[in-house]
């Protein structure tokens, strides 16, 4: 285990992180975000797929734009938020597959395959990507509040229209209050959620 990372870091990525709703002032600049995909494209997904598309809502005008698709619950918290990305995936991943397959088949292989193939793939291997991008944005500092809570009809219209990319999940990015931090949940145990066999 000469790799592993120490205790602080687990503590930050895992035991102290925390979904976090009210925010403090301060800047996620574009550099930043950069640096969250630059660590965050490098987890596995099948076949390396990499179905995972982000986009970054940060201006005013993009703020509006989102603004009516989401729950009443989640606006406050989202137009306060420095950033928030939208976690979608490209049901046409297999399009990429000259870049990141080396298996020359590797992207005729994909497009022969059924649509409902095709979503589940690209489903469960952009959520995957998703959660790489929370663990990726915490190790570079940055406090993260994962939602659904928005009409995904909407905001596949407003931001991919024409496209093969779907929604998946909004993120707000940016320097966590903790004073408005709700009591922390519990947690499964190992014997509750885990078997050895």
């Not at 102290?16 to 995909?37: C, E």
């Not at 986009?55 to 993009?62: M, N, T």
């Not at 993120?171 to 145990?189: K, S, V, W, Y």
């Amino acid at each position: 285990m000469s790799l592993a990372v120490n205790d602080d870091a687990l503590e930050i990525l895992f035991r102290k992180a925390r979904t976090h709703r009210n925010w403090r002032p301060g800047q996620v600049t574009p550099q930043v975000l950069m640096a969250i995909y630059d660590l965050a494209r490098w987890g596995p997904t099948t076949n390396n797929t990499s179905p995972a598309r982000f986009v970054f809502i940060v201006s005013p005008a993009a703020k509006e734009r989102l603004k009516p698709h989401l729950s009443k619950g989640n606006v406050e918290q989202t137009m306060r938020a420095q950033a928030t990305a939208i976690v979608a995936y490209d049901l046409k991943f297999y399009e990429m597959m000259g870049k990141l397959s080396a298996n020359p088949a590797a992207r005729d292989t994909w497009a022969q395959k059924t649509p409902a193939e095709h979503e589940l793939a690209a489903f469960r291997n952009g959520s995957l990507q998703g959660g790489y991008f929370i663990m990726a944005a915490r190790a570079i500092g940055l406090d993260c509040g994962p939602m659904g809570g928005f009409n995904h009809e909407g905001v596949d219209q407003e931001f991919f229209a024409g496209t093969s990319i779907k929604s998946n999940f909004l993120c707000n990015l940016g320097f966590g209050d903790e004073q408005g931090l709700r009591p922390r949940a519990g947690r499964l145990d190992f014997d509750e959620a885990c078997k050895i066999l």
